[in-house]
């Protein structure tokens, strides 16, 4: 997990030039085991995020989060879960609608993350069992003209295309692999023997991962606003 040192370097600096064009991204724990925040980041003062170990933006859930990756630890056992991220201040018309999706972009970089084993964005997965009435995002004229959709469960792309609203996602990470505790396995020969590893293992990735996927998704908006605003003869 090391290499993802350079993906934060490289992050930051995408970053700040982001937010010079008024974009910024923040994402947090919003998962651990069973422990989860709601889907709805605006219930959120996510500027709290950083106040704890976890990157969690509700105390409260945070200190339980604690307590329980600790608990996890004694057991020398490892456990899962979900970070958020919002970007905000995205301007319309990134991405592509076909072969370079926004959404897909964010979804290859995320993936990428080592432990990484899911994304999902907008309503994602909570949306499949609801009708298409409740998920579409009606679209509506704001007093000065502006076209402007109702809703956001689309999560600010739609066709593959950033609408100008903020972007949303969710990635989650699985258990790591590495116990200390036995395990059984074969070696060389298939024969079956134990393993137990040794030394420094975390037994929780979200805090962690929390920077990285901030960095990931800075890298993936720049590059397509670059890409959107380079000349094409």
Do not use: W
């Not at 085991?33 to 605006?42: E, P, S, V």
């Not at 030394?199 to 993936?220: K, Q």
């Amino acid at each position: 997990a090391r290499e993802t040192a350079t993906r934060c370097v490289a992050g930051a600096l995408a970053k700040l030039a982001l937010r010079q064009l008024g974009i910024t991204i923040r994402a947090y724990t919003s998962q651990v085991g069973a422990i989860a925040l709601d889907n709805d980041y605006t219930r959120y003062d996510l500027s709290l995020t950083e106040t704890n170990a976890v990157r969690c933006p509700d105390p409260e859930k945070a200190r339980l989060m604690e307590e329980f990756i600790l608990q996890v630890k004694s057991e020398g056992d490892t456990i899962g879960g979900i970070v958020t991220c919002v970007i905000e201040g995205c301007p319309i018309g990134l991405g592509e609608p076909v072969f370079g999706k926004l959404h897909a972009a964010l979804a290859s970089a995320i993936l990428s993350i080592n432990a990484c084993k899911g994304f999902d964005y907008g309503r994602g997965f909570d949306g499949i069992g609801e009708r298409g009435s409740q998920q579409n995002d009606p679209f509506t004229t704001t007093a000065d003209g502006k076209v402007t959709p109702l809703t956001n469960r689309s999560g600010g792309i739609q066709g593959g295309i950033s609408n100008g609203q903020p972007i949303y996602f969710r990635a989650a990470f699985k258990p790591v692999a590495t116990l200390l505790q036995s395990q059984p396995t074969v070696n060389r020969d298939g024969e079956a023997v134990s393993v137990k590893a040794r030394g420094r293992h975390d037994p929780c990735v979200l805090p962690r991962a929390v920077p990285i996927v901030e960095a990931m998704a800075a890298m993936v908006i720049l590059d397509n606003y670059m890409l959107n605003n380079t000349r094409k003869c």
